[in-house]
């Protein structure tokens, strides 16, 4: 087995005294390079601390216990400006709503480059060069265009690839994409699902998928780690958790799932056309 | 149903709006009907017009061209109050938190001309009771429920004034698939006589509760059916490709059908 790009170990984090109900309770998984990893549950399960505590983003009164391993650094202690240099640089980030991270009132271009001028040191030039190869690579028609837009000149799925492209220029060893379809139309989360994984094909990243979606996580997670109530009740290969999961929890969320997109089995006694 | 006289019927339904000097037509003339004790499920992506069209027959927006019929008159916003309520995505932003959930829904019948506080808080704890909530619902707030109880708390709300039709805009989007299918559940046990437009971008949602199934894009009506039939049987592409997009158990994506999209908004 390859070494691991992030691992957790009994990460435990609380928001009030030492008393307090932890948010996350002794969670320990981790991604290999390549590999899609979805870490799947409800609201409450503790997903969204894990989120943000792997980019140190967790509020100041929080209390986190055991380890974030990335790159030989424990990020659960480094401080926030050593953090700096490894948020966006050596871990992209994608989120649910792609206007609150990028900012309203500057270019794509300006956006997109920022990070390659202050981490890679590049000349405008190149850094222009570099994004506009990010944005063909995600599949924008006019990544010029674009690149001289303002982010409310695009539709929401143009936004979402902008983001994702941005994610990429600094060529991060990790993408963590938090809910990156859930405000997105389903002819647009089906893209980015598509996309997803075609990254990690071409370029071996790994990526952990923050989701509630059992859908998304059926179609491109290789394996889940599925949360409840701050802990892991079960993880395994997708083949294993999605076709015979072993927890009663992971069963009827998979059950309750399935029930709904049962709803969408055509009636074979459907015949004729219709207005 | 063709020879029921529809509790709703809506032609030509036209709405624009203007938004940075641009003239965004949000409907472009819509047609349906409602038969009395149906569920129509209007489905379609953002952009599509379906909240506007709930949100007109509710009476919180006028039509710019077009005719609606509520129980074979026009509609006036008098109309709407008196016959219509809705379910929104949100419920904690439809109830008002500083008011316990028995006097919301006394408040709610008051304003249809129920006016009796005893009676009222009767009614109201005996809806509450059958939504599934615990006996002592009515005397608490918004924020000692749950998201999903407070689905339950807006349902009961809006089947308390016993209206001809009930606005559901995005019910279960907001909540956790656990609590979607028991939300739907529900809402199926309460149907009752009233008729719904159940509005929503969850195709599955919408093909689990429904009769009839409207397709919207951009402010049109790409195609409409039986629930079976859209299912089954799709024939817009536009709708084969809606119901192709949804996450399924069972299908594994390979990263080779990225494909470009439009580019502006």
């Known amino acids: ?275 | 149903m063709a020879d029921i006289a529809p509790i709703v019927e809506i032609r030509g339904l036209t709405k624009h709006f203007r938004a940075a000097g641009r003239e965004i037509r949000a409907l472009d003339g819509v047609d349906l009907t409602l038969a009395p004790a149906e569920t129509l499920g209007i489905v379609g992506e953002s952009g599509s017009g379906k909240s506007t069209i709930g949100r007109i027959l509710a009476g919180l927006e006028t039509a710019t061209d077009g005719t609606v019929r509520l129980g074979g008159q026009d509609l006036r916003p008098g109309l709407s109050a008196a016959r219509v309520q809705m379910i929104f995505q949100d419920p904690y932003a439809s109830l008002n938190p500083r008011l316990p959930i028995g006097l919301q829904i006394h408040e709610t019948l008051r304003g249809n001309g129920q006016t009796d506080r005893t009676v009222n808080l009767a009614r109201a704890a005996q809806l509450l009771a059958r939504v599934g909530l615990p006996a002592d619902a009515a005397s608490r707030y918004p924020h000692e429920f749950s998201g999903g109880q407070r689905q339950r708390i807006a349902i009961a709300r809006a089947i308390s004034t016993d209206p001809a039709v009930i606005v559901a805009d995005e019910p279960v989007s907001a909540l956790d698939v656990s609590i979607r299918g028991q939300i739907l559940d529900l809402m199926r046990a309460m149907k009752g006589r009233t008729a719904y437009l159940f509005i929503s971008h969850d195709m599955a949602a919408v093909a689990s509760i429904c009769d009839r199934i409207l397709v919207l894009h951009r402010g049109k009506v790409v195609e409409q059916g039986t629930t079976a039939q859209i299912i089954g049987n799709p024939q817009a592409d536009y709708t084969r490709a809606l119901l192709d997009a949804i996450p399924r158990i069972g299908r594994r994506r390979t990263g080779t059908g990225a494909k470009p999209l439009e580019t502006r908004a």
């Open chain 1, 1 to 275: 087995m390859t070494k691991a790009l992030i691992s957790l170990h009994d990460l435990t984090i609380r928001y009030g005294g030492p008393d307090s109900p932890a948010a996350v309770d002794g969670v320990s998984f981790e991604v290999q390079p390549g590999e899609i990893v979805a870490l799947v549950g409800e609201s409450g399960s503790g997903k969204s601390s894990i989120s943000l505590a792997i980019m140190a983003l967790l509020p100041g009164a929080a209390q986190v216990g055991g380890s974030i391993l990335f790159d030989g650094a424990d990020l659960a202690r480094l401080n926030r400006r050593q953090m700096e240099d490894i948020r966006g640089a050596r871990i992209g980030m994608i989120f649910q709503e792609p206007m609150t991270c990028l900012n309203p009132v500057l270019s794509i271009a300006r956006q997109m480059t920022e990070g390659l001028i202050r981490h890679r040191w590049m000349s405008k030039a190149e850094a222009r060069a570099r994004a506009l190869t990010a944005l063909a690579d995600v599949g924008i028609p006019e990544p010029a265009r674009v690149m001289d837009s303002y982010p409310h000149e695009l539709s929401g799925g143009m936004r979402q690839r902008v983001m994702i492209a941005a994610a990429l220029t600094l060529d991060p060893a990790l993408l963590l994409a938090d809910e990156p379809t859930t405000a997105l139309d389903v002819t647009v989360q089906a893209q980015v699902l598509e996309l997803l994984v075609d990254i990690r094909n071409r370029t071996g990243k790994g990526v952990l998928l923050i989701t509630h979606d059992i859908g998304a996580v059926a179609e491109i997670a290789d394996r889940v780690v599925v949360m409840k109530g701050g802990r892991v009740v079960e993880a395994g290969s997708w083949d294993q958790v999605l076709n015979a999961p072993r927890d009663p929890y992971t069963a009827a969320l998979i059950g309750a799932h399935a029930a709904l997109e049962q709803a969408l089995v055509p009636d074979p006694m459907t015949e004729g056309t219709h207005g």
